[in-house]
């Protein structure tokens, strides 16, 4: 009983926050003002309150002057982008069918996702032409390279490919990248073991529904997002070495929220 009451109350606290937020998204987006990022960003806030997820920040994110930065991430949960939207005003690289689907779909649209068609081997240029278009005119774009969620307790290889998907190592990106390491690290404000951390991790054999009932379930969930040193790009670094560069300093800050530093 208890548990249907709490589903009923996140519900409708979270179908409230939208009715209120979202017509001033759709006006402010029509009219391209930049205050629409910090839209996205409230609601995303509103969100982790509703679902009881504390985010801790370590670092912070780069401004470069002038542009956006291109930000690369572990990915564990569809959580993933509702912490890091309360974190910073992004937008996200996302598969091209995600467009598709029911909730996640709308929910990318609403945050402005860059879909790119990672079959599309002519369109590759196309592709980072917009994702550089997008930095350049002030938008920060997140990037998940394992191309799939881990558990949570360790990340995959990052896949220089979805890299040079975006022009990265060949200058078309002229951004900075920034690595981005995020651990759910606490439930009911202890630490959360290596055991439970799947808790927050969605598989992608897990259907959505089942994970998000059993989020509702587990309302004290506390989640580290620390954002690394910046990884500027040069002509005499190809994609694979940019990689490797980013995928080692996400793994050390991985480490170090996992081990409670």
Not at 13 to 37: D, E, N, S
Not at 76 to 97: Q, R, T
Not at 149 to 159: A, V
């Amino acid at each position: 009983m208890m548990f249907f009451l709490r589903f009923a109350l996140v519900a409708i606290a979270a179908l409230l926050v939208t009715m209120v937020l979202l017509p001033a998204h759709f006006v402010t987006r029509w009219l391209k003002h930049p205050i629409r990022k910090q839209i996205e960003v409230c609601w995303h806030r509103a969100i982790c309150k509703i679902l009881g997820v504390k985010v801790e920040v370590r670092g912070t994110m780069v401004q470069p002057s002038g542009h956006g930065v291109l930000i690369a991430a572990n990915h564990i949960s569809w959580l993933d982008i509702i912490v890091l939207g309360s974190v910073a005003p992004i937008s996200f690289v996302a598969k091209n069918e995600i467009k598709d689907w029911a909730l996640f779909g709308s929910l990318a649209k609403w945050q402005e996702s860059v879909f790119i068609d990672r079959s599309a081997r002519l369109g590759v240029k196309a592709q980072a032409d917009i994702i550089n278009q997008r930095l350049l005119a002030g938008d920060n774009i997140v990037l998940f390279p394992e191309g799939t969620t881990s558990d949570g307790n360790f990340i995959y290889p990052f896949k220089s490919s979805l890299f040079g998907a975006l022009g990265v190592g060949n200058a078309a990106i002229s951004s900075p990248i920034q690595p981005v390491s995020i651990v759910y690290n606490k439930l009911c404000g202890l630490p959360m073991g290596r055991f439970k951390r799947p808790l927050a991790a969605w598989p992608g054999d897990i259907e959505i529904g089942p994970h998000l009932l059993g989020v509702i379930s587990e309302p004290h969930l506390g989640v580290v997002v620390s954002f690394g040193e910046p990884v500027a790009q040069s002509e005499a670094m190809n994609r694979k070495e940019i990689t490797m560069i980013v995928q080692t300093r996400v793994a050390e800050m991985t480490s170090r929220a996992l081990r409670g530093r």
